[in-house]
Structures are given as C-alpha cells and as structure tokens.
Nanobody, 120 residues
Framework: VQLQASGGGLVEAGGSLRLSCAAS????????MGWFRQAPGKEREFVGG???????YLGDSVKGRFTISRDNAKNTVYLQMNSLKPEDTAVYYC???????????????WGQGTLVTVLQ
C-alpha cells in the first residue's frame, strides 16, 4: 500500500491550499481516508476524515475552513484548506483505514506527509 501526499507549500494567512493524497495497493473505495497534522513540538492531531460513502467529519479547529473530498475513480482524497491561519502550519499526513477511526493508531496505512507553512 502506498499513499502519496502532495500539495503542501508556503502560503500567506488567509490563503488557500489543496492537498492531495493518491493511494495505490488497496481497495480505495472501501477505505476510510483520514487527514492528520503535526506541528513542531505538538502531538499529532486528527484533522478530519471521509468515509467510503463520502460522509465527512472535520475537527473543531478546522471546521468551516477545511473540506475533505474523494474521487474513487482516481483513488485520491483531497483536503481543501481555506482561510489558512499561522496555527495551521504543520506536516499534513493522509492515512487509510478499513473502518471509521479518529485515532492515529487505528489507521494502518500512512503517507509520507507534506509540509504546510502559513505566514503571518
């Protein structure tokens, strides 16, 4: 199984970025896809997830600003991030699980992470 996250970069506060995560080696359409992030010196945080049916959940810190979507035909999940804040600066990881989960240890498959830096 491979998860390849991309789309990170440098953006000014208030800007937007879209992260992508391309999956291979698993039945993508039947997996829950999650996004996590880890800021320097902080614990990993669950950003949100999307079920195989397309139902989404977003954490309180990003609700209203971030959205998650998936394209099963492309085996890809997206994290659209709007109204970015400096506190959103982190390495963002995508992960896959055969069942709904919000804890990192429940996700057996992980991507390599992509860095998002939001400038003041």
């Amino acid at each position: 199984v491979q998860l390849q996250a991309s789309g990170g970069g440098l953006v000014e506060a208030g800007g937007s970025l879209r992260l992508s995560c391309a999956a291979s080696g698993l039945t993508f359409s039947s997996h829950v896809m999650g996004w996590f992030r880890q800021a320097p010196g902080k614990e990993r945080e669950f950003v949100g997830g999307i079920t195989s049916a397309g139902n989404t959940y977003l954490g309180d810190s990003v609700k209203g600003r971030f959205t998650i979507s998936r394209d099963n035909a492309k085996n890809t999940v997206y994290l659209q991030m709007n109204s970015l804040k400096p506190e959103d600066t982190a390495v963002y990881y995508c992960a896959a699980s055969p069942k709904w989960a919000i804890r990192g240890y429940e996700y057996p498959y992980w991507g390599q992470g992509t860095l998002v830096t939001v400038l003041q």
